[in-house]
């Protein structure tokens, strides 16, 4: 069992950053990849970006891509997301997620999820 606590988001005007973290419980935080989701109002869940066990290998969304940095911490069992040049669309609810596997872009393949944390970018 994974518990995962995100924290973070708030209300910002574009171009702005923002720096999201994820903490999670347990000893078995190095066993799983971590990913980063969100979803917008009236919009499905959408990847943003993930990070492999050992912290070697990233993926993002095209979106995000050159903006957004994921990162873990394997000390403080923490992912984060550091998110930069903001843009009004990425106003979202923003998930934290852990996939019991190599990597995964697929938000159904990972396992335990948090509660999200708003994120909120005005024009």
């Known amino acids: 069992q994974v518990q995962l606590v995100e924290s973070g988001g708030g209300l910002v005007q574009a171009g702005a950053s923002l720096k999201l973290s994820c903490a999670a419980s347990g000893r078995t935080f190095g066993t799983y990849a971590m990913g980063w989701f969100r979803q917008a109002p009236g919009k499905e869940r959408e990847f943003v970006a993930v990070?492999?066990?050992?912290?070697?290998?990233?993926l993002y969304a095209g979106s995000v891509e050159g903006r957004f940095t994921i990162s873990r911490d394997p000390a403080k069992n923490t992912v984060y997301l550091q998110m930069n040049s903001l843009k009004p669309e990425g106003t979202a609810l923003y998930y934290c997620?852990?996939?019991?596997?190599?990597?995964?872009?697929?938000?159904?393949?990972?396992?335990?999820w948090g509660q999200g944390t708003q994120v909120t970018v005005s024009s």
């Open positions: 997620a852990a996939y019991y596997g190599v990597m995964s872009t697929t938000a159904g393949n990972f396992l335990y």
């Open positions: 990070i492999s066990r050992g912290g070697a290998r990233t």
